[in-house]
């Protein structure tokens, strides 16, 4: 078996989507089956040393440099690999990007994940945080997944419901981090879509135009490019705060405060709501702040941005900061949505 190529001291900057300068005290990248392999080995001769997977970075905030091995998935391929009366069943290996894969899919004339377009990373860790926007989450695209316990080396494949999808949430994110690599994502897409186009202004930049794939994707490329930062130029991970969801009296509760406060009804769980974190922040006057170069993107306070040189300590005092104030005016606990190394 071939060695594994392993780099020391190595900088995670293009990395990572918040552009923090930290590096990783090793680091490799997987390219084909002999380096997976080469790695389940690696680990089980190293269970004591840290692992990291990264696909695009995109996130994550590091708030310290890395003490343990680093390993960035690129794996590439993309194919059908089988169809019935209802759908076609593509195949992606984990570190295909995306939003390629996503306008692969269109090209190709298979719809279903038009609505998820633009969104930043890989598909190998697509599943992790079940990504959503514009009313679909990839949990309701998902036949199955291939994945690696790269503590034992046990190959496992787990179908959609056993990747327990909620919201911004799956059984890979709950397990022990980077217990398992995510090598490959099967998607169930149908021939007779059904256009989800009333969310979000998806409708009305449409202008009247019949839906397709096609179009769907573009509207939301727009609306994405209108609102959010692109990390190529101001360093962020999307939205930094999940959405707080309670039990609907708690909800009421708060609203008589605070009669603008959105809710949102869950379809899965009648009895919660979910609240918009980003209104919460908003009334809390962080939109538009800056403290040296971390701050709060000026469109939208959901998202932490790094204006230049920001450290990951000195975005993540500010995320703590937001928290403490949101806790304080309506006692509620904002969570990161990224994952944050510290
Ligand atoms: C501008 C912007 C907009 C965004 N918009 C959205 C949005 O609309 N909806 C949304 O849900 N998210 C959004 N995000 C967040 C992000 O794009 C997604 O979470 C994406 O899936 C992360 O992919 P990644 O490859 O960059 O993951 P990384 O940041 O590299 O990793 C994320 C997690 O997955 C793990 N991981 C990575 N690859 C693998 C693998 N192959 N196997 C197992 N574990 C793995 C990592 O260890 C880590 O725990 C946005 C981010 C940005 C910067």
Known sequence: MRAMHIQQNYSLKALNSFGVSVSADLFTALRSSDDVDALISWRKANLSTP??????????????????????????????????????????????????????????????????????????????????????????????????????????????????????????????????????????????????TAYAGVEAALDGQEPNARLISDAVIALRQSKLPDPKVIGNAGSFFKNPIMPIEQWKALRAKFPDLPGYPQNDNKDLIKTSAGWLIDQCAWKAFRDGDAGIYEKHALVLVNHGEASGKALWDLAERIIKSVKEKFDLTLEAEPRVID
Not at 65 to 70: E, M, P, R, S, V
Not at 79 to 95: P, T, V
Not at 131 to 141: C, F, K, P, S
Request: glycine share 10%.
């Open 51 to 196: 692992c990291l997977l990264i696909g695009g970075g995109s996130n994550m905030l590091f708030v310290h440099d890395f003490k343990g091995l680093a390993v960035v998935v690129c794996l590439k391929g993309q194919e059908l690999i089988a169809e019935d009366d209802d759908a076609f069943y593509i195949k992606a290996a984990g570190g295909e990007n995306w939003h390629d894969f996503v306008r692969w899919t269109i090209d190709e004339g298979y719809a279903g994940l038009e609505n998820l377009s633009l969104i930043p990373g890989t598909v190998g860790a697509a599943p992790m945080q079940n990504i959503g926007a514009y009313g679909v989450e990839l949990g309701d695209r998902l036949q199955s997944l291939d994945a690696i316990d790269l503590s034992t080396g046990e190959r496992r494949t787990f179908n959609n419901e056993e990747c327990q999808f909620a919201y911004r949430d799956s059984f890979f994110k709950r397990q022990q981090p980077d217990r398992w690599l995510i090598e490959s994502v099967t998607f169930r897409l149908p021939k007779n879509p059904k256009w989800i």
